[in-house]
């Protein structure tokens, strides 16, 4: 099974601040033939269903504020949000879809000071 | 407006059955794979099952595989999760979603307790 290990697992900043997430894969997650990063971020908001932001690695979908921004290939990833916002209070998640069994960070709680 | 609504959680004694469902709209259901994704109480998500557009394969964890069948109606745009003997460690919320590679739409979820 492919392992994804986010850090930190908790973090507080202020409002406006930059805030960087990592998550790193076990194996690459890098498919030579069509060179995608199968690849995921989550946002998961108190007492709401997850919502995706970002995928393969670095594509944001439709709706998501460009203040998100996800890079990273091979095996290290990284989730930026360039200036927090209150709203974005949540539990960050990322998710490799590389491979069965599809596997889960156990996620980075973003407190807002 | 894809929408995802999931019902048919509840309370069960260890070892008994649940069916979940999900209605999908909002999209042409029968052109998507669609997974199921759990979240037990305070912790992460568990990917549960995942099942191609018509149906002809499943996939599922080694934590649920021999217990847990999904399946699907194109016909009605449902998704089903059939559970059985369920552990406690199965008490979660259920949500099923829409697989685009990654899942992109996520219903509501619903929440499972096993418990005596």
């Known amino acids: 099974d492919i392992v994804m290990t986010q850090t930190p697992s908790s973090q507080a900043v202020s409002a406006g601040e930059k805030v960087t997430m990592s998550c790193k894969s076990s194996?690459?997650?890098?498919?030579?033939?069509?060179?995608?990063?199968?690849l995921a971020w989550y946002q998961q908001k108190p007492g709401q269903s997850p919502k995706l932001l970002i995928s393969?690695?670095?594509t944001r979908e439709s709706g998501v504020p460009d203040r998100f921004i996800g890079s990273g290939s091979g095996t290290d990833f990284t989730l930026t949000i360039s200036s927090v916002q209150a709203e974005d209070l949540a539990v960050y998640y990322c998710?490799?879809?590389?491979?069965?069994?599809?596997?889960f960070g156990s996620g980075t709680k973003l407190e807002i000071k | 407006e894809v929408q995802l609504v999931e019902s048919g959680g509840g309370l069960v004694q260890p070892g008994r059955s649940l069916k979940l469902s999900c209605v999908a709209s909002?999209?042409?259901?029968?052109?998507?794979?669609m997974t199921w994704i759990r979240q037990a109480p305070g912790k992460g998500l568990e990917w549960v099952a995942s099942?191609?557009?018509?149906?002809?394969?499943?996939y599922y964890p080694d934590s649920v595989k021999g217990r847990f069948t999904i399946s699907r109606d194109n016909a009605k745009s449902t998704l089903y999760l059939q559970m059985n003997s369920l552990r406690s460690e199965d008490t979660a919320t259920y949500y099923c979603?829409?697989?685009?590679?990654?899942?992109?739409?996520w219903g509501q979820g619903v929440m499972v307790t096993v418990s005596s």
């Open positions: 393969w690695a670095s």
């Open positions: 194996q690459s997650l890098l498919y030579s033939e069509n060179k995608k990063n199968y």
């Open positions: 979603t829409r697989d685009s590679s990654s899942s992109d739409y």
């Open positions: 099942i191609t557009n018509t149906g002809g394969s499943t």
């Open positions: 998710e490799q879809y590389y491979d069965t069994p599809l596997t």
């Open positions: 909002g999209f042409t259901f029968n052109n998507y794979w």
